[in-house]
Nanobody, 116 residues
Framework: QVQLVESGGGLVQAGGSLRLSCAAS?????????MAWYHQAPGKQREAVAA???????NYADSVKGRFAISSDNDKNTMYLQMNNLKPEDTGVYFC?????????WGQGTQVTVSS
């Protein structure tokens, strides 16, 4: 089993920044894993915003390109999402996910609220 715990959410004004963290623990494999951040706005479906795969690079949704940066620290089994120039439409719950050996795991989410 894998456990994912997000942190770093909060209330910020438009134009501000937040850094989210996702700490992974449990049975983390040493192979190529894919980790990603998803955003669920109020009343909407969960959508991918950024992904990172060990040694294979990163990918971003068009809506966050140039503003968000995903990174990981393999020694700490932790993934980050640096969010800059936040907009009110970035408000919602941010979930981290890990895909490992065909299994997907989710964290409980962290709330981000951007005021205008």
């Amino acid at each position: 089993q894998v456990q994912l715990v997000e942190s770093g959410g909060g209330l910020v004004q438009a134009g501000g920044s937040l850094r989210l963290s996702c700490a992974a623990s449990g049975s983390i494999s040493s192979g190529i894993n894919i980790m990603a951040w998803y955003h669920q706005a109020p009343g909407k479906q969960r959508e991918a915003v950024a992904a990172i795969a060990g040694g294979l690079g990163t990918n971003y949704a068009d809506s966050v390109k140039g503003r968000f940066a995903i990174s990981s620290d393999n020694d700490k089994n932790t993934m980050y999402l640096q969010m800059n120039n936040l907009k009110p439409e970035d408000t919602g719950v941010y979930f981290c996910t890990l895909v490992q050996r065909g299994n997907r795991y989710w964290g409980q989410g962290t709330q981000v609220t951007v005021s205008s």
